[in-house]
């Protein structure tokens, strides 16, 4: 590997006079290797969580006091908001997020709570002055849920949210149990945009991974909810599994690409601890899944097979083949948007307080029974976390628009970052097109270190 000389990366100290900036000391843990494929090797390993912000934490007999002003005033910006529902019929064995199994006699309680919440913060200019522009029905398996009660769901967010006239609404689902009644009760309740967790078309790897239904089955479901042509239909998929070769990874695209569908999500697996997933690989009962060099190499192919299929890149992960998949809610929710939040678990932003919804389902239903939201946590915002959102928003899409971020925030981001940025680009994961910062197929890969550690940086040498 090369050797990596902080005199050559640093600033002048006249450059330096007056700008925030980190010790020469504590350079090296934001610099990637060098002298390697930048691909597979930049970093020792990756970040598996989208970067966060911190903040202080509110006292829970404060949250009132400090709510109040907020929902007072008039939303400005973008908003979305985000329904969580923490049902799941089977526990996928990758999953970290699975909550609570799902009973069919839950689907009308939980309905019913969830409408209750909508309406608490009914008549509160925070909630009901300005536009939402996405709403995602999450969690969870939102589709577990009995048609009758899919459908109320959705008129009541159109009923109680002032929805922008081309409002992305999403339900996130599997296609198991997901038939033509419940289809219909969402587009009757004004769904139009639905993201379906395939991961795989492999039956044998689905079947390895605990989920139900076979390639076959998946394929015949989709064209059904194609065939209403009411909805952008969206697929996820995932590479890195177990057993799963670059063959089997490029047979799902090819899958998906046939079917004609209005996008296409490609992400990597992660092995979250205490999964199930986890668990079968320490036993020895399924093998482990890609290394990273692996995983770069199916990053890769990945980004050229959709881009020979002429799909249209909207961020990192995120692919449309045609113009109804526009991909609101994943991009305005990691940038500056508010977001309303329902449901056991939800995690809302009202202008930068972060707030978590209680995660317990019986403690949830209690606190909206009483007429009060159900809020666990609130946080005060990081002095400076509208510009680290709307540079993890640029970093989502691929690139930074360094004066546009440096004159909506008066802070010299070229200068304070030249150490760091020279350096990425020597690695070959950055590079310079006039005024902006683009990411270069393996920065693409390693956009989540890259984004935490610019924050990290940032932070840092506005604190030095």
């Given amino acids: 590997m090369t050797e990596i000389r902080l005199e050559k990366s640093l600033p002048s100290e006249q450059e330096r006079v007056g700008q925030p900036s980190v010790p020469a000391e504590g350079l ?29 934490g509110v006292e829970k007999q404060d949250f009132e006091a400090t709510l109040e002003p907020l929902l007072a005033e008039p939303r400005t910006g973008k908003t979305v908001a985000y329904i969580h529902v923490p049902f799941c019929e089977t526990h996928c064995l990758y999953c970290g997020f699975y909550n609570k199994a799902y009973r069919e006699d839950e689907s009308r309680i939980y ?17 009901d002055a300005g536009p939402v522009h996405a ?10 849920l009995q048609a ?23 339900v996130e689902g599997r296609l198991s149990n997901f038939g033509p009644d419940k289809m219909e009760a969402c587009f009757e309740g004004g769904a139009n945009r639905f993201s379906l967790g395939v991961q795989s078309f492999d039956t044998e790897i689905r079947q390895a991974m605990g989920r139900v239904s076979d390639r076959d089955t998946l394929i015949r479901q989709l064209q059904l909810l194609q065939s209403y042509d009411q909805a ?15 063959e089997r990874w490029l047979a799902d695209i090819a899958t998906a690409q046939s079917l004609k569908l209005d ?34 190499a199916m990053f890769a192919a990945g980004v050229k097979a959709m881009q020979k299929g002429f799909y249209r890149r909207l961020s990192i992960s995120h692919w449309a083949r045609t113009s109804r998949e526009r991909n609101l809610y994943n991009l305005y929710v990691k940038g500056r948007a508010h977001c309303l ?29 009483a007429g009060r939201k159900p809020i666990a946590m609130l946080f005060r915002p990081f002095p400076q976390g509208k510009l680290f959102k709307a540079i993890a928003e640029g970093m989502e899409q691929g690139w930074l628009d360094m004066p546009g971020l440096e004159a ?4 010299p981001l070229g200068e304070v970052w030249k150490p760091v940025l020279e350096q990425w680009e020597r690695a070959g994961l950055v590079e310079r097109d006039g005024a902006f910062i683009v990411l270069t197929l393996a920065g693409q890969f390693w956009q989540v270190n890259l984004s935490q550690l610019l924050l990290d940086y940032l932070k840092r040498a506005l604190e030095a």
């Fill in 111 to 127: 309905a019913d709570a969830l409408i209750q919440e909508l309406r608490l913060w009914r008549g509160r200019p925070g909630q």
């Fill in 28 to 56: 090296e843990r934001y610099f990637a290797r060098e002298g390697v494929d930048p691909l597979p090797y930049a970093f020792e390993g990756k970040i598996a969580v989208h970067p966060g912000l911190g903040g202080s």
């Fill in 135 to 144: 709403v995602y029905m999450g969690g969870g398996t939102p589709t577990a």
């Fill in 232 to 246: 952008a239909v969206i697929v996820d998929l995932i590479y890195g599994f177990p057993m799963q070769t670059m």
């Fill in 408 to 411: 909506a925030y008066g802070i």
């Fill in 341 to 369: 939040a329902f449901g056991p678990g939800a995690g809302g932003n009202l202008d930068g307080f972060f707030y978590l919804n209680q995660s317990d389902y019986r403690a949830w239903q209690e606190e909206v029974r």
């Fill in 263 to 296: 996008g296409a999500d490609c992400y990597q697996l992660n092995v979250y601890r205490n999964t199930p997933l986890a668990k079968a690989i320490e036993s020895g009962r399924l093998p482990a899944g890609a290394d990273v060099p692996m995983q770069s």
């Fill in 148 to 170: 009758d009660d899919l459908r109320r769901i959705l008129k009541e967010v159109r009923a109680v949210l002032p929805l922008a006239n081309d409002c992305e609404i999403t």
